[in-house]
Every structure is written in C-alpha cells, then in structure tokens.
C-alpha cells in the first residue's frame, strides 16, 4: 500500500518537473508549441514556395535572434508577421491568430490574401494592422474595439463591407479604410471623426461627416438598395446608360449650339442693318447688372468653393451643414431632380432639404447666378428658397416646411379611407387663386419669352402650410436641370406647344394652371403630371381620341 502510494507521487512529481522543464524550454528555443502551430498553419494557408523552405526549423530563439522570414519575436514568443508583397494567396481563417497572444505587429499589404478578417479578441497587445490591399472581404469585426494599444488600422483597398465599427480609442492615430465597400453612417466617435475624408474615400455607401455626403440622403439610397438587389443592379444599368446618353446628348447640345450661335449672329447682323436691335440705355443697364450681380457673385465664390451652407434668407436662424448632418431627417420621397428630406434640427428649426441632381453642368458662378435668380423672387404663395449648399459632389437647396403637405396628396390621398382629409371647395378656390397669384408674380418677374418661369406647375408643387396657405415649390429649376432629363420630367414639356413645335414659353406656364385647375375641379390624376407608377387620366386633351378615351375610362372607374 504504502510503496506503491510513495511511486504514484514519486510518478506524479516527475512528471510535473518534466513538464515544467518541457515548457521552459519552449519558451526560450523558440519551440512555443501553440504559437509554432498558429505560423506552420498560415504557411499552409499562404502555400507559398519561399515561406515553405525558410519556415523550418527553430523560429526564434531567446530574445532576439529570429529565424524564420517576417517573424518578430521578443523572449521566445511571437510578437509580429510583417509579410509585405510576397504575392501570398489562399483564404487566411477567421481563428488564424488566436494563439498567438504575444502579438503586437501584423502586416500582410499589398498581397492577394483573401477571406474574413481575423478575430482579434487574444491579441490585447496589437498595435499595428496593416492589411491593405489584399481581398479581405466581410465586415470589419467588433473583435477590434477591445484592443487598447492600437496605434494603426489601415484596411484600405479590400473588399470589407457592411458599417465601420464605433472606434473610439484614444491611442489610435492611423486609420485608414478607403476603397473598400463600406456602407452606412460614420460613427462619431472622437478618435473617428479626426481622420480626414481620405481615410474614408473610394467607399459609394459611406456617409456622415467627415464625408461630404448628407447621411440621411445617402442611407435612404443604401437603405432602398440592400432591400433590393435587383433594383441595385439596375441602378447601376441606368447609370451606366446615363453616360452613355449624356455624352451624346452633349455632343447633340454642342452641335446644336454652334447652329444656334451662327443664326443668331447672322439675325443680330440682319437686325442690326434694319435698326432693330436693341442698343443704348437697355444693353448699358443689363451690362451694369452683370457687373453688380459678377461682384456680388465674386464675393460669394469663396463661401461657395468652402461647401458652407449659404444662407439666402437674412431674418432667418443661421446653422451649419453639420447641424444638418446631425439633424434627425426622415424621407420625403423621391422628387423629379432629387429626394426630399425634412430634417428636425437641434436648435428646433424644420427644413426641407431637397438633393438636385441631374443639374445641367454648370461652374459654381452660373449655378450661384441662377441660384440667386430664384431666392429673389419673392412671394407670398412661393416657397422661399432659405439656402443652399454647393460643392463638386453634392448640390442642396433648403426650404421652408410646409406643414400641410401637397395638394396632390390633399385631393387624392386616402381615398375611401378614413385618413382622407375633406377638400372643400372654399379651399380648392384659394389654392387656385394662390396659385394665380404666384404665378402672375413670376411671370412678372421674369423678361424671357423663351422659358417657362415656373416650368414645372402640377399639384404635387403645390404644398400647404401650417395656416393651409398655399405655397408653389420648385419653380425656376429649368434652369438648372439638364434639358434631357426635364424635358423627360418637367410639365412645361408636356405641352401641346412642346409636342408639336418644342416650344416653351411663358404660356407653358399657362397650360399646366389650366390642368391644375382641372384636376381641382374633377380630382382626377392627370396622366401628364402622375407619379411614376400611377395611371392618370388625359384630362388636359394633348391628342382629343386619346382625351374622349381616358376621360370615358376615368367615369367607369369612378
Ligand atoms: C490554439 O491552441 C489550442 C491548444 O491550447 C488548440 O487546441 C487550438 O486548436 C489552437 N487553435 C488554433 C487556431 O491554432
Ligand atoms: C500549392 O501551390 C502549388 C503550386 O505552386 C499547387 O500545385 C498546389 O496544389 C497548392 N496546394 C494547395 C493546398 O493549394
Ligand atoms: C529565412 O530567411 C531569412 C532572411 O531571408 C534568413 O536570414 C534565414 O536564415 C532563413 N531561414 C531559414 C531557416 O532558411
Ligand atoms: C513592431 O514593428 C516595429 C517596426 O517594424 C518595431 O520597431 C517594433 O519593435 C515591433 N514590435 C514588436 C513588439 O515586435
Ligand atoms: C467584392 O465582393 C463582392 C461580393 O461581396 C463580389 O461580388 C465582388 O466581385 C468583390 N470584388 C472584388 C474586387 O473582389
Ligand atoms: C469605447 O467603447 C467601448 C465599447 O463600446 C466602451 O466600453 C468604452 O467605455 C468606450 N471608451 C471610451 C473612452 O469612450
Ligand atoms: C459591394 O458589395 C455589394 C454587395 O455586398 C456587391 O454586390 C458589389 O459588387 C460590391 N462592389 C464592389 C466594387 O466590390
Ligand atoms: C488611404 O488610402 C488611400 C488608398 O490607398 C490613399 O489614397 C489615402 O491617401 C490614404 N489616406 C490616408 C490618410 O492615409
Ligand atoms: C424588389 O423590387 C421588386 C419591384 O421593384 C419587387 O417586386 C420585389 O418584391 C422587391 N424585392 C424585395 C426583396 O424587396
């Protein structure tokens, strides 16, 4: 009994000082058995020829001495892979540096390695990541919040996805995930937020400051597009297709242009000799406005190339875009030339912002120009343009909100439900006259026979406010918007005139008030001004079969 208890723990004893002394070694020849298996794994992993010769034997050994190519070591333990342009491949496993808990360094750029990005959960001691360029895809882990030494993060040039974690380290002073596929809000940590736009460039669904992409706008986008595929996809079709069309339509614009330039010179010589043309005090005035207006403009340019908000409403609360990149905003809805947002800012102002796309290409001073030419018109039944924001990528225009929303919705909306809000007649009468009385003061106001100084009248421009005024929105955008795209969009281009001739004038104007007036009266949709989606009826009579035919159609239905 006694003997064979005593050899047990003589056994037990020995063993335990074998084991002691097995580990001791490992730690200093550089035999870390787990740490060997994690580096013997990626070379599998890599399966690279030159990795697979001089990755053999001892790999570090005591302090200093390192053995193997692109190891760092320090007592024994593995503390960095710096494995730079070696071409490596192969699809690196998500546990690849779980063991190695010493690490402190990991740089793979610049090669073709692809999968998930590792965890970093049992590395607290890393300091330096560098993956870039190489095929990482998948989402940038959570692992990497908890390491509290980082000093640099640089993923740029992969495939990541998905939204970039809230890294709010104070040690962290390089980061970089450019040209990845990132998608959503920038968190605004303070340690994120002191990384400049180039940190996060090349990245289409990235928003928030510091980008220059109003967030709301551009999750709305994403948000549209992650439900549906399919529509992405399209989306990127049409884009595809859209500069397809505009470089012929450019080409055709030229074209046309030098046509008309010839013309209205030889009309200006032929003018001239009949003593027609307009000369003396009229052109002298108009060259003394441009002067005017050119200064007024040069003073603007610097806060305009800044991409400030510019403020063209005086008596009005001022705020900054980031106060508007932190408003809370919700969708309006897709508009002709760009979505709709309302956003609630902080200091408890409600704006209307509207994104402009598809503009014509215009420099900063033509675009300031017109800009300017709408925020004068000042009326009443218009809604005053409050500021705009203009840089290379992003073009806004901020309005007032209008509480009651569109008379669109007001006539058509809720049908046979219980939400339809009544429209009286009364009311319908002093929308009509609103309306009249806001376009008589554009028409006024506007010396060209050749536009339509509102160029885009139908009733979802017409909007209420809180005290049921009515307010016409969106005039003066045919100068601004490209004319492929308005005359596609804009009601003045419906026009008889427009079908037959491609005339617009100011009595395009006419026409739309005369089919609003129409749609007021018989709260039908009319066809030329229906949402994308929705059936209208042909209430204006552009071809009369057609017009007995939909009218006829509108009745059964009714
Ligand atoms: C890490 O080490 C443990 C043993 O401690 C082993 O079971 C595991 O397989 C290792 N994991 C990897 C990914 O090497
Ligand atoms: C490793 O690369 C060689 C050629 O360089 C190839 O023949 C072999 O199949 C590869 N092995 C694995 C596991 O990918
Ligand atoms: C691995 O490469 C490094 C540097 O090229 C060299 O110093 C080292 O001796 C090599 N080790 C082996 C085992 O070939
Ligand atoms: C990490 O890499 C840097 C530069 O390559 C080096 O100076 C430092 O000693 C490395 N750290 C460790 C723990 O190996
Ligand atoms: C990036 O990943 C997507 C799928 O997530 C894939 O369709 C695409 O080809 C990848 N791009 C590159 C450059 O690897
Ligand atoms: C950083 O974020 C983590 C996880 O969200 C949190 O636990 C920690 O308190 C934060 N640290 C600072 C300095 O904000
Ligand atoms: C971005 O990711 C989406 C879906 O995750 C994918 O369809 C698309 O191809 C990716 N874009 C690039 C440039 O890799
Ligand atoms: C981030 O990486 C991109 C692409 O490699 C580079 O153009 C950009 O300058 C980098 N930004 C910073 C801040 O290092
Ligand atoms: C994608 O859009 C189509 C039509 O645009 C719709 O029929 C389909 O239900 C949508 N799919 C999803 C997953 O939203």
């Keep these: ?34 740490e ?41 333990r593995v503390t960095g892979i710096i494995l730079e342009n070696m071409k490596l491949t192969g699809e690196i496993k998500e546990d690849a540096l779980v063991n190695l808990t010493e690490l402190s360094n990991i740089s793979l750029k610049n090669n073709l390695i692809s999968g998930k990005l590792m965890k970093f959960a049992n590395n607290p001691k890393l300091r330096n990541i560098d993956l870039s360029s190489n095929k990482f895809h998948g989402e940038i882990p959570q692992s990497l919040l908890y390491l509290n030494s980082l000093e640099a993060l640089l993923l740029q040039d992969n495939n990541l996805t998905g939204p970039i974690p809230g890294f709010n380290q ?21 340690t994120l937020q002191s990384f400049g736009f180039t940190s996060y460039a090349g990245n289409e669904n990235l928003c928030g400051p510091p980008t220059p992409i109003l967030c709301n706008a551009k999750n709305y986008v994403s948000e549209s597009n992650s439900e549906n595929l399919s529509s992405k996809s399209n989306g990127s079709h049409f884009i595809e297709i859209l500069v397809v069309v505009n470089v012929v339509v450019l080409v055709v614009i030229l074209f046309l242009f030098i046509i008309y330039y010839k013309k209205y010179k030889k009309l200006k010589k032929e003018m001239k000799a009949k ?36 403020f063209v409403e005086n008596n009005q609360p001022r705020f900054e875009l980031d106060d508007l990149l932190k408003a809370s905003a919700e969708g309006l809805g897709k508009g ?41 018109q000042k009326h009443p039944n218009l809604l005053p343009l409050l500021a705009y924001y203009y840089s290379k990528d992003e073009k806004l225009f901020l309005y007032r909100f209008a509480a009651h929303g569109n008379v669109y ?78 005359a596609q969009r804009m009601v003045a281009y419906k026009t008889p005139e427009y079908q037959s001739h491609k005339l617009i ?54």
């Design 1 to 34: 009994m006694v003997p064979s208890n005593f050899f047990s723990f003589l056994l037990v004893i020995s063993l335990l000082a074998s084991q002691k002394r097995a580990t001791a070694k490992d730690d200093s020849s550089g035999f870390h058995g787990n």
């Design 36 to 76: 060997r298996d994690a580096l013997l794994a990626l070379k599998a992993t890599f399966n690279n020829s030159f990795l697979d010769s001089n990755w053999t034997g001892i790999m570090c050994y005591l302090n200093e001495k390192t053995y193997w190519y692109g190891i760092q070591c320090f007592n024994g």
């Design 170 to 190: 104070s040690s962290l002073k390089s980061f970089n995930v450019s040209r990845n596929n990132l998608s959503g809000k920038i968190p605004e940590t303070k």
């Design 275 to 310: 003593n027609l043309w307009p000369k003396d005090e009229e052109h002298d005035s108009t060259i003394a406005d441009r002067a005017i207006e050119k200064k007024a403009i040069e003073k603007r340019t610097p806060e305009v190339e800044r991409g400030k908000l510019v």
């Design 336 to 376: 002709n030339f760009g979505n709709c947002y309302k956003a609630m800012l902080e200091i408890g102002q409600v704006v209307v912002v509207k994104r402009l796309i598809d503009l014509k290409p215009l420099s900063s001073e033509e675009f300031v120009r017109q800009v300017r030419a709408i925020a004068n």
């Design 409 to 486: 919705n007001r006539l058509h909306g809720g049908r046979g439900t219980r939400d339809r809000i009544p429209f009286r007649w009364s009311s319908r009468l002093a929308v009509a006259r609103g309306v009249a009385r806001a376009l008589e003061h554009l028409h006024q106001n506007t010396r060209s026979q050749t536009t339509a100084p509102h160029g885009n009248l139908k009733s979802s421009n017409v909007l209420l406010d809180e005290n049921e005024e009515t307010l016409i929105s969106d005039y003066g955008l045919t100068s601004l918007i490209a004319l492929p795209i308005a």
């Design 505 to 558: 004038s100011k009595k395009s104007d006419v026409w739309s008030y005369g089919c609003l007036l129409l749609e007021l009266l018989t709260g039908r949709i009319p066809a030329h001004s229906a949402p994308p989606g929705i059936n209208g009826v042909d209430l204006c009579g552009v071809g009369p079969p057609r017009g007995e035919r939909g009218v006829d159609g509108g009745d059964i239905r009714s």
